[in-house]
């Protein structure tokens, strides 16, 4: 029942991230994500890849541009016509998939890397997901994830004061205020009933790709300096981003 809610979820925000994307691909954050991504792929052939969770398509089209092939996926119709509408506008043709509840998408042994940013947080099966990921990669694949404790404010009450009073000042520094707190507070809703809301992360990710077989884990906390403009390095100074990458 959640995830059909959550779904629907996506679809309302399809807009305000696309415009979020839009900003990415037009500011200096496109060539930092480039550098990012290439240090942790480090590799120079083109390579089968999953973006999963696309959303408005971002890491499809820097992918695309740096010569791979991408395989965009993601649960919300509104969410993959965004991303289409973006690679064509960006000319890049990759393929796209909008898994729903009857898809069956079982890819075994596949992928060279599968790689997500800011979709693990909103799971309702993390655990199930990453072996689906083990499953789908070729021997020697990698997972990339990027993610941040997003919603640790939720789980934690002094950790939310904090974080209201860095977004009051990141706001004075020109942080986007949006009109929607409808669909804010929907989020939180949805948010309250994930289980990586109440997790330690990336410990919890790391012992459970460990689980699952994968090797030379290896997780990175230092690149907002990077992505982020002042503002927004001081309204998520309380959840630094990280990346863990490992592999099978
Ligand atoms: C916060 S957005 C991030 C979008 C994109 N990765 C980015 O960084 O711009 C999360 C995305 O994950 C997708 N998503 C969440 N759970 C999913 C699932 N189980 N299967 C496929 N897509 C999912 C949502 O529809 C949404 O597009």
Not at 69 to 84: G, R
Not at 161 to 189: T, V
Not at 230 to 244: G, L, R, T
Request: hydrophobic share 40%; charged share 25%; with cysteine.
């Amino acid at each position: 029942m959640y995830e059909v809610k959550h779904r629907k979820y996506w679809d309302k925000s399809a807009k305000i991230y696309d415009g979020i994307i839009h900003d990415e691909l037009n500011s200096f954050k496109k060539e930092a994500w480039e550098s990012i991504l290439q240090a942790r792929i480090a590799e120079d052939r083109p390579l089968q890849i999953l973006d999963f969770g696309t959303g408005p398509g971002f890491f499809t089209i820097v992918l695309s541009q740096m010569g791979h092939h991408v395989t965009a996926l993601d649960f919300s119709k509104d969410m993959i016509a965004a991303a289409k509408r973006n690679c064509d506008s960006a000319g890049v043709k990759p393929q796209f998939i909008h898994v729903t509840g009857d898809t069956s998408f079982n890819p075994e042994n596949t992928f060279d890397i599968i790689i997500s940013r800011n979709v693990t947080w909103t799971l309702h099966q993390p655990e199930k997901v990453y072996s689906d990921w083990h499953k789908w990669l070729k021997k020697g694949g990698k997972v990339i994830i990027f993610d941040a404790n997003w919603n640790i404010s939720l789980a934690n009450k002094i950790h939310g004061k904090i974080y209201q009073r860095d977004i009051k000042k990141a706001i004075q520094l020109g942080f986007p205020q949006y009109d929607e707190a409808e669909l804010f507070s929907e989020g939180d809703e949805i948010a309250k009933h994930l289980p990586l809301t109440y997790a330690m992360r990336p410990e919890w990710d790391r012992a459970v790709l460990f689980q699952l077989g994968f090797h030379n884990i290896r997780i990175d906390q230092d690149f907002d300096d990077l992505i982020y403009t002042e503002a927004e390095k001081i309204a998520y100074q309380s959840i630094p981003s990280f990346s863990i990458v490992g592999t099978k």
